[in-house]
């Protein structure tokens, strides 16, 4: 019941819409979060890029975002707090002064022919980045791969890091990635060391469950109790794509925070301030 849900639950800074590869659009997002009792709400659009362009915004589609996303804000001012943020690729090309807050994501590899491939595609995609751009060695993937992002969110000084182990998406019996192989655990630790420079903020990514229904959220749980370990914090985050997942597997990513052992996350503020603090309920 929506009712009884948890404070920390009534947010979400992740949410895609038409103007990048949502399915919902942003009036719709925005009505899903007034039935669901969100008391704010962050739009999230993939950040202008230069390649892959039905996936993020391109430069028309990010004034007109820009343009909805004000006009919402001023249409549900005295209803509920919404913010205008992007998710930042690596390979964005976006100018971020012309929003509220950024996720820093990595979503693509740069293959040896200068082309770039998204290693949460399909399994077959991230096996030909694996082949093609690592000699077979998933491992070098992994140390590439976490590298970007500690690197890119230490440089960059974002708001929040974006799903921290999306290379995951497709793993299964240990394949491609042993998450306990030595290699694996040093490359992730290295980029949450890296990250924490510029950003102490990680969200808890619940997405994935929701579209696919198999995998768990990111990040795993022993890359979660080493963000903790080094101090680092977490919101919350349904990495929506279609208005009626809004908070959908909330109680499982609440559950991921509290087996870490976080007390305290944030979500986006209602009023000024971007984040403030909840309790995570016992
Ligand atoms: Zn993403
Ligand atoms: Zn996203």
């Known amino acids: 019941m929506a009712s009884a849900a948890p404070i920390i639950a009534r947010s979400s800074p992740h949410v895609h819409t038409q103007f990048c590869d949502g399915r919902s659009t ?13 008391v704010s709400l962050g739009f999230s659009s993939h950040a202008k890029q230069d390649f892959d362009p039905d996936y993020s915004l391109d430069e028309a589609r990010e004034a007109a975002y820009i343009q909805e996303i004000k006009r919402l804000q001023a249409k549900y001012a005295d209803q509920i707090k919404i913010w205008l943020g992007m998710e930042q690729d690596f390979f964005s090309t976006a100018n971020k002064n012309q929003f509220e807050y950024v996720i820093a994501s990595v979503h693509y590899i740069k293959m040896p022919d200068g082309g770039k491939l998204a290693v949460d595609s399909s399994k077959g995609q991230l096996e030909v980045i694996i082949k093609e751009a690592f000699e077979g060695d998933a491992y070098a993937l992994a140390e590439t791969y976490y590298h970007m992002l500690g690197q890119f969110v230490k440089d960059s000084q974002p708001d929040i890091i974006g799903h921290l182990d999306l290379l995951t998406k497709f793993n299964k019996g240990k394949s491609p990635f042993d998450e306990s192989h030595p290699r694996y655990v040093k490359a992730a630790t290295g980029a949450m060391e890296l990250a924490f420079s510029g950003c102490e903020l990680m969200e808890i990514n619940v997405g994935a469950l929701a579209r696919t229904g198999t995998k768990g959220p990111y990040p795993a ?13 977490v919101i919350l985050a349904s990495d ?43």
């Open 221 to 233: 749980l022993p890359l979660l109790r080493t963000w903790r370990e080094l101090g680092g914090q």
């Open 26 to 38: 942003a009036e719709e997002m925005v009505q899903a979060a007034l039935s669901k009792e969100f």
């Open 240 to 282: 929506c794509h279609l208005a009626k997942y809004l908070d959908s597997s909330y109680e499982t990513g609440i559950a991921l925070m509290k087996e870490a052992g976080f007390k305290k996350a944030a979500i986006l503020g209602r009023h000024n301030e971007l984040f403030e603090w909840h309790k995570v309920p016992d």
